[in-house]
């Protein structure tokens, strides 16, 4: 993507926050970025387990029932963001970036893209080959899925939302879920792949590293004690 080297990348790492206090952060961010109070700014964090359906999510995709859930401590959250399905949880790295795309990336399919590129740059520097799959978004290692996305863009060509990368995630969890709506198709993690423990903030950096090496950012600044 054209390169931002203009502007800054604040980086907020948040740790384990609840889905709807970090959908609540978002939205409030995204306000703040508008009005051009902020710069462009990307959260890192954890989720408690919760399964999320954004606006294309079909309800028949969760497999287990409200008591289910409740014995395995899973909320389930409407999540505002395009996509079907998905689940996040402890070990697994989430990534909200809060970006203003005006005014040269107003392009929804190069945006996805884009963080695809991102996700696959995170697993290279694992030394593990990320790819894409043509008929769904997101990344994939040998057919089974390694990193999620699902956003939105809000007036304004502000994003928010973003992509979720498994490190050390408990996959069993994953089988409450037809995963994005993708039958048949298994998901993987970081140490599952490389057979030792990789941990969401052993990613966090590379995450940032590709971040800044897909949109050309020409800073980064820690803005987590600003939170």
Wanted: charged fraction near 20%; glycine fraction near 12%; hydrophobic fraction near 40%.
């Amino acid at each position: 993507m054209t390169p931002r080297r203009n502007r800054t990348l604040a980086v907020r790492h948040l740790g384990l926050t609840g889905y709807r206090a970090a959908l609540e952060r978002q939205a409030a961010l995204v306000e703040r970025r508008r009005s051009g109070e902020i710069p462009d700014t990307l959260l890192l964090l954890e989720h408690p387990h919760v399964i999320t359906l954004g606006s294309s999510g079909d309800r028949g995709h969760l497999l287990l029932s409200p008591a289910e859930l409740a014995a395995r401590g899973i909320e389930v959250h409407e999540a505002g963001r395009g996509g079907d399905i998905t689940y996040h949880g402890p070990g697994q790295l989430v990534g909200y970036p809060i970006l203003d795309l005006k005014p040269d990336h107003r392009d929804l399919h190069a945006y996805l893209r884009g963080l695809e590129a991102v996700l696959i740059g995170v697993l290279r520097a694992f030394g593990v080959e990320g790819e894409r799959d043509e008929s769904a978004t997101g990344v994939w290692v040998r057919g089974a899925k390694v990193g999620a996305i699902g956003i939105r863009v809000s007036s304004g060509w502000i994003t928010s939302h973003g992509f979720a990368v498994n490190a050390n995630t408990d996959l069993s969890y994953f089988d409450a879920i037809v995963p994005c709506g993708l039958h048949g198709r298994p998901v993987t993690s970081l140490t599952r792949l490389l057979r030792r423990e990789i941990t969401p903030a052993a990613v966090a950096p590379a995450v940032v590293a590709a971040m800044v090496a897909e949109f050309g950012y020409g800073s980064v600044r820690d803005w987590s004690a600003k939170c």
